[in-house]
T-cell receptor
């Protein structure tokens, strides 16, 4: 998984609860991103960051918050979980600005009841 | 709105056969077209990628064919093996700016012995 660590691997929440998915890298890469994977929808970009202190929205940002206070960490926050946020979440990093290759973590499976 | 359209959703191929997955895009600014392979319980991993200045790229049994005028590209897996059974995603990005990857909806390939 190219040095991308996601925690937790599994989580069950009740509607309205909040939680944070953690993503950490150990390779000092600037670009980090969060995707969600849903059946029949592929992978959709939630938020991304091109460096510490810089974040921006992707295709499906509603209901999610991110911050990037350090190069290593890029947490994804669900402020008030909804059943529509039941999904598998992947953190991905990119090794360099001139390559398009993303390295993904192993995913966090979230169920919202 | 899906920026990259992918078909078929699922594909069953006999061992030794050819697997073909197709993708289409609209944004002519895209200049990087990768394919990712994902096994159950794992994050996607880069399989092969192409830039629009070539019409074909081959790596072992895997070939990307690219048609710039039609805005289509496809993955061909020759001599398909049971170990190729996985979900395949096409994607596209612009190798400038944030260089975010936009993914297709995925194709679940099953290769039967």
């Amino acid at each position: 998984n190219a040095g991308v660590t996601q925690t937790p691997k599994f989580q069950v929440l009740k509607t309205g609860q909040s939680m944070t998915l953690q993503c950490a890298q150990d390779m000092n890469h600037e670009y980090m991103s969060w995707y969600r994977q849903d059946p029949g929808m592929g992978l959709r970009l939630i938020h991304y960051s091109v460096g510490a202190g810089i974040t921006d929205q992707g295709e499906v940002p509603n209901g999610y918050n991110v911050s990037r206070s350090t190069t290593e960490d890029f947490p994804l926050r669900l402020l008030s979980a909804a059943p529509s946020q039941t999904s598998v979440y992947f953190c991905a990093i990119r090794a360099g600005s001139k390559t398009g290759e993303l390295f993904f973590g192993e995913g966090s499976r979230l169920t919202v009841l | 709105q899906q920026q990259v359209k992918q078909s078929p959703q699922s594909l069953i191929v006999q061992k030794g056969g050819i697997s073909i997955i197709n993708c289409a895009y609209e944004n002519t600014a895209f200049d990087y077209f990768p394919w990712y392979q994902q096994f159950p319980g794992k994050g996607p991993a880069l399989l092969i990628a192409i830039r629009p200045d070539v019409s074909e790229k081959k790596e072992g049994r895997f070939t990307i064919s690219f048609n710039k005028s039609a805005k289509q590209f496809s993955l061909h897996i020759m001599d398909s093996q049971p170990g190729d059974s996985a979900t395949y995603f096409c994607a596209a990005s612009m190798l400038t700016g944030a260089n975010n990857l936009f993914f297709g909806t995925g194709t679940r390939l099953t290769v039967i012995p």
